[in-house]
């Protein structure tokens, strides 16, 4: 379990609307993944005042020769040339699709694909480690305060502070998570049980391929001055994916895909963005899909 803190400052006149983004699930280097809209979506991403990215695992297939699950079928063709050297060329290419928006990645957690290699290497720290070079080299030492490394499960608590007395304080919860059950149904009634237990404004789960969020039970607190009660709104969701289910061309696999294996349905591809606005009273959250 990590415990993050993340302090900023803000100014209500011009500086008071942040976008949080829980991206993942790319599972590059399956000819299913969407590199398109990935690319799109990043593009997106590094033109957004004030966002800040958490990664939630599978972004990439991990699988290796040797694997049991390894067919070269499965491998997407701009990868095929570099069967011995996968997990490098992985590693390699979501430093170069990532860079763009390196500034504004907060945390990167590792998905249970990542995890299948964990004997060998952690591609999340890798990952982390590339994208810190990088930013060292071209912002200076002060960009290193991001790009946090979460192995499981995280807390984040952001921090406002306009002046002495004057913040604003959020609680995140992220962690790859696990299926929960086939039918959304059962992935809500998951979200739902976990706020008995887990004191966060906001939980958020990936590894579902299911793309939604949800505004979760109102939560009654007093103000830090002890002088009243307020509620805030919760919000919970599955972060999505870029793993197409049933959009392969004909001569691009020789083998069923994973979908049609599983049975499962065809899932929209996208992240979940949450937009919270610093008022005079507390803050607002918007949620936002952006599915293709």
Same mark, same amino acid.
């Given at each position: ?11 209500? !006149? ?9 991206? @993942? ?20 991403? +590094? ?22 699950? $390894? ?47 964990? !004997? !060998? ?10 994208? %810190? ?14 790009? %946090?490394?979460?192995? @499981? ?14 913040? +604003? ?25 976990? $706020? !008995?237990?887990? @004191?966060?404004?906001?939980?958020? +789960? ?29 919000? &919970? ?7 197409? &289910? ?8 020789? +083998? ?7 049975? $499962? %349905?065809?899932?929209?591809? @996208? ?9 005079? %009273? ?11």
């Amino acid at each position: 379990m990590k415990l993050f803190k993340i302090d900023k400052q803000y100014d209500l !006149s011009n500086n008071n609307k942040f976008s949080l983004i829980f991206m @993942g699930d790319m599972h590059v280097g399956s000819p299913n993944c969407d590199y398109k809209l990935v690319e799109e979506h990043v593009e997106e991403i +590094r033109q957004i005042p004030n966002a800040m990215v958490f990664l939630m695992g599978d972004l990439a297939e991990w699988i290796i020769m040797g694997d049991k699950r $390894f067919y070269p079928s499965q491998i997407d063709k701009r990868f095929r040339s570099h069967m011995e050297q996968l997990p490098m060329t992985y590693s390699r290419y979501l430093k170069d699709l990532l860079l763009p928006i390196a500034d504004k990645i907060e945390v990167v957690h590792d998905g249970n694909h990542e995890k299948k290699l964990v !004997s !060998s290497m952690y591609p999340g720290a890798e990952l982390c480690g590339n994208l %810190r070079a990088e930013l060292e080299r071209t912002l200076g030492p002060e960009a290193l305060t991001k790009l %946090r490394y979460a192995p @499981g499960e995280a807390y984040t608590k952001i921090t406002w502070k306009m002046g002495v007395g004057d913040t +604003r304080t959020l609680m995140i919860n992220t962690a790859h998570g696990w299926q929960a059950g086939r039918k959304p149904g059962a992935k809500h009634n998951e979200l739902s049980y976990m $706020f !008995s237990w887990i @004191g966060a404004d906001i939980i958020m +789960r990936g590894h579902s391929h299911e793309l939604f969020a949800v505004p979760g039970p109102i939560r009654e607190v007093p103000n830090p001055q002890m002088t009243k009660l307020k509620e805030i709104q919760t919000i &919970t969701g599955h972060t999505g994916s870029y793993l197409k &289910t049933r959009e392969l061309e004909v001569d691009e696999i020789d +083998r069923p895909c994973y979908s049609e294996y599983g049975g $499962f %349905r065809p899932t929209p591809l @996208g992240h979940v963005q949450i937009d919270v606005t610093l008022t005079r %009273r507390g803050m607002k959250k918007e949620i936002i899909i952006k599915q293709k």
